[in-house]
């Protein structure tokens, strides 16, 4: 794996893109930045990685756009050490954009294929989050609480789950909706009885599985 000047020049380039499209937050720029994102790609399909554009990772899978990566990471208010949960690794790289924002990032997958297989790609990367394989919609109680969750599938509702394993002042963030688009939740655990809920846009995610999701 190589990280050449050329990479770089397509990364920067993205990074233009990422600002005109309104992500402001210059630590999330400077993440996306840092993260080799064609590590994620074939060789033969180099010209897609720095697209901004979700792209097929097997299993019926997608990497993120890097937009939706961006926008997740800046509305998530990372500060460092922040104790992160991911649901849905997938190619895991929104985990290292959140290990280069200074995270303690714990990611839980469904998919035993793929979670196997990034398991083993990040490391040698250099990005070393915790890695699970289960049901996140009902999060990871055994390594509750956390400071952030982030959910990148789309959730037919909030799990309650989720909202339960966060800190007080704790952040979960969801796409929530129907299988073709989500509007992104903010889910702001004030303290244990109040909750302060805000919407953004609309994303189009993958289904996110499980107890807490949707039936598969
Ligand atoms: N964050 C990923 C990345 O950076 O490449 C993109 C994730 S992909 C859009 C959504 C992932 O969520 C898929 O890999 C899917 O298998 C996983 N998923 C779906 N339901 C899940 C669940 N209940 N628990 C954990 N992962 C789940």
Known sequence: MQDTYKHQGM?????????????????VLSAIGKVPRHYFFDNALLAHAYQDKAFPIGEGQTISQ????????????INP??????????????????????????????????YERTKKAL?????????FQGDGSMGLPR????DKIIVTAGAPSVPGSLVKQLK???????PVGDNTKQKMFRI???????????TFDYFSFVPLLGNEGWKS
Not at 66 to 77: D, G, M, R
Not at 168 to 174: A, D, P, T
């Open 188 to 198: 702001t655990k004030v303290t244990d009885k109040k909750i302060k809920k805000e």
């Open 123 to 131: 490391p040698v990367m250099g990005y070393k989050p915790r890695f």
């Open 11 to 27: 990364r920067r380039r993205l990074v233009q893109l990422l600002k005109q499209k309104g992500i402001e937050d210059q630590g």
């Open 168 to 174: 007080q002042g704790g952040i979960l963030l969801i």
């Open 81 to 114: 050490g922040d104790k992160v949960l991911e649901v849905g690794t997938g190619s895991g790289y929104q985990a290292c954009v959140l290990l280069e924002l200074g995270a303690s990032v714990f990611t839980i997958e469904y998919n035993k294929v793929l």
């Open 66 to 77: 890097p937009y939706t990566v961006a926008f997740q990471s800046e509305k998530l208010v």
């Open 143 to 146: 390594h509750a609480p956390f």
